[in-house]
């Protein structure tokens, strides 16, 4: 999977773009919406518990955390403490493009900040 290197004012652009194609900030998520961000945050969950442990919350030590308590958007960020495996990326892709509809997932962890794009975009911040 090929990487791109995007300074992080760009990285955080690509993703705002995503987002605000889902619905614009500051507007309260309609039940679409939310159920959209649950389909996909459940779908993540999913894979990323077939790769290692799984935190809701990260209140537990595990190699993979986030939560759906936060604003319902469609780029979730996921924290890892492994390197996010190039085959889990895959299917992480897979998914993306099976929404059917822009979204992106973001993993920060030992690769850094990095995302996988509904449109095949592998991106990765740096400084």
Known sequence: MKV????RKAFDSVLADISSAGW???EKAAPEQIE?????????VKIASQYGSFSE???EP????????????LVPLFTSSI?????????ILQVLQNSGHPC???FDGPGGLQ?????????RAHP
């Open 115 to 123: 995302a996988i794009t509904s449109t095949g975009r592998f991106i």
């Open 104 to 106: 992106a997932v973001i």
């Open 24 to 26: 614009p900030a500051g």
């Open 57 to 59: 919350g990260g209140l």
């Open 4 to 7: 791109e290197l995007l300074k």
């Open 83 to 91: 390197q996010v495996p190039e085959p889990m990326w895959e299917e």
């Open 62 to 73: 595990s190699d993979f955390a986030s939560s759906r308590y936060v604003d319902p958007v």
């Open 36 to 44: 959209r961000f649950d389909w996909l945050y459940d779908q993540v």
